[in-house]
């Protein structure tokens, strides 16, 4: 039995989410900052592609690129495009962002609750019960 597939997509969501918590709360420290990007990456995309790829990939060769699984690339990342700029540059939405960082906990104790039942049920086959 592997432990990847019984764990389900919960242990990559989990990494995902808080990657992505991190992104929002820039976003809101720097609501104030002049010039400032807010960024943001389409959660459900990652999650499908890094969920597609096998996490038994091997680098064979010191040119390779190590896959980094849990993280979100540059290449993902994306500029929000704001519902009202500011004069200053700056295209943080305050509200928007605290939501999207309140939705986002969310679904990381979901899927930490899911993954946590789991675990739970892995050990009860373990130990008979």
Partial sequence: MKLDKALGFHAQ???LHARRAEVLASNIANADTPGYKARDFDFREVLK???A???TLKTTHS???PMDSGLVSAAEMAYRIPSQPSLDGNTVDSQLEHT???ENA???QTSLKFLGG???TLRKAITGQ
């Fill in 63 to 65: 040119k390779h690129i």
């Fill in 53 to 55: 790829v096998s996490a």
């Fill in 49 to 51: 592609q890094q969920s």
């Fill in 118 to 120: 789991t675990i739970k």
């Fill in 13 to 15: 969501s989990l990494q």
């Fill in 100 to 102: 999207a960082y309140a």
């Fill in 106 to 108: 969310i679904q990381y």
